[in-house]
C-alpha cells in the first residue's frame, strides 16, 4: 500500500485547511486510515482515524469539534478537514494505514504498517 498526502500549506489563525491522503496497491479490503502529526521538537502523536467498515471515527482530544476525518472508499482516499486552526496545529501532517488494526490501538502509532511521507500545516497567529 502506497499513501500519498497532500494540501498541507500556511494559514492564519482561526483558518481552514482540507489534506487528503490517496492509498494506492493492495486495497481491495479497504484499509483503516488515521493522521498523525509531528510538530518540531515533539513526539508524533495521533489526530483522528477513521475505520475501513462503517465509517466510525475516533479524535484526539486536541482536534475534537475542530477537525472532522472522512473518506471515499470508492477512490480510497482519506480526508482530514481542519477548521479553527491554532498555532499550536502547526506540524508535519502523515496519513497512516493498516489492513487489521484492533480498535483498542488506533491511537498508537506503531501499530500501523504503511505511512505517507507527510505534508507540512503552518497556523501563524
Known amino acids: 500500500v502506497q499513501l500519498q498526502a497532500s494540501g498541507g500549506g500556511l494559514v492564519q489563525a482561526g483558518g481552514s485547511l482540507r489534506l487528503s491522503c490517496a492509498a494506492s496497491?493492495?486495497?481491495?479490503?479497504?484499509?483503516?486510515m488515521a493522521w498523525f502529526r509531528q510538530a518540531p521538537g515533539k513526539e508524533r502523536e495521533f489526530v483522528a482515524v477513521?475505520?475501513?467498515?462503517?465509517?466510525?471515527?475516533a479524535y484526539a482530544d486536541s482536534v475534537k469539534g475542530r477537525f472532522t476525518i472522512s473518506r471515499d472508499n470508492t477512490e480510497n482516499t482519506v480526508f482530514l478537514q481542519m477548521n479553527s486552526l491554532k498555532p499550536e496545529d502547526t506540524a508535519v501532517y502523515y496519513c497512516?494505514?493498516?489492513?487489521?488494526?484492533?480498535?483498542?490501538?488506533?491511537?498508537?502509532?506503531?501499530?500501523?504498517?504503511?505511512w505517507g511521507q507527510g505534508t507540512l500545516v503552518t497556523v501563524s497567529s
Open positions: 477513521i475505520k475501513r467498515a462503517g465509517g466510525i471515527t
Open positions: 496497491g493492495r486495497t481491495r479490503n479497504s484499509i483503516n
Open positions: 497512516a494505514a493498516d489492513q487489521s488494526i484492533i480498535w483498542s490501538e488506533v491511537k498508537n502509532q506503531y501499530a500501523y504498517d504503511y
